[in-house]
């Protein structure tokens, strides 16, 4: 592809690359390097990118919510930089339809696979920080992740804190989960765990912690009253 190819994008992400190596880097899969180091794909980009993301989100959260504490801030955090956030983010910019990738990998569907997503959106924070420095990849931050930040924190929040801000919300008091079954060896163990909310109809999430059948229930609990999506 020449740098042309890309006028669209680059009009989108408003930036004009001074190194266009860097862009086309970013938008390259591993898929079609495959281990030749002559073929240079977006991995170091990405490590570049998801640190460039912390520190944008970090400073958002520490600017917008000055009396929160860091255990606050760090579920928040946590949603805003995961790769699924970071997947919508890539199609907001419409990404999607520049990544250079091998054959099989686009014909088995990579162009909607959301770590393929995420990881060239973080690559592409990384280049925008190489090329045009902090304030490149933050005007690309402030174009989708500011003015969505509150409802992307909210939406992929730890499913156990989510559930028990909304049942606080409602006055329902605080949800309480009860081991319905556990089975399985001490090595790999499985549980079945029900939550329950004052009044309300309960969920069952299954898992092999109690704590990962505990956010099990508590994102089917969720999901059922309509305050996430099976997206979520």
Same mark, same amino acid.
């Not at 199609?91 to 060239?120: H, N, P, Q, T």
């Given at each position: ?13 408003? $930036?004009?690359?001074?190194?266009? /190596? ?6 390259? $899969? ?36 000055? /009396? ?14 995961? &790769? ?71 939406? $992929?929040?730890?499913? &156990? /804190? ?18 319905? $079954? ?51």
């Amino acid at each position: 592809m020449t740098s042309r190819d890309f006028s669209g994008l680059e009009d989108r992400l408003g $930036h004009r690359f001074d190194d266009q /190596t860097l862009l086309t880097r970013a938008l390259t $899969h591993s898929s079609l390097s495959g281990g030749n180091n002559s073929v240079r794909d977006l991995e170091r980009l990405e490590f570049l990118g998801d640190r460039v993301l912390g520190l944008l989100t970090a400073e958002e959260l520490w600017r917008r919510y000055p /009396t929160f504490a860091e255990g606050a801030m760090a579920p928040r955090l946590n949603a805003l930089v995961r &790769k699924e956030t970071c997947a919508k983010a890539a199609l907001f910019f419409g990404i999607d339809k520049f990544i250079m990738m091998s054959e099989w990998e686009a014909e088995s569907g990579g162009r909607k696979k959301k770590a393929i997503l995420g990881d060239v959106m973080e690559a592409m924070l990384g280049a925008l920080y190489i090329d045009g420095g902090l304030e490149a990849a933050r005007r690309v931050y402030d174009q989708f992740w500011t003015p969505n930040l509150e409802d992307l924190s909210k939406a $992929h929040r730890d499913a &156990k /804190t989510a559930l028990q801000e909304w049942s606080q919300n409602k006055k329902l008091g605080t949800p309480d989960y009860y081991v319905q $079954h556990a089975d399985g060896p001490a090595h790999e163990p499985a549980f079945d765990i029900e939550v329950r909310v004052k009044g309300m109809k309960p969920a069952s999430g299954t898992g092999r912690s109690k704590r990962a059948a505990q956010m099990d229930a508590a994102r089917a609990f969720l999901i059922r009253e309509g305050v996430w999506s099976e997206d979520d």
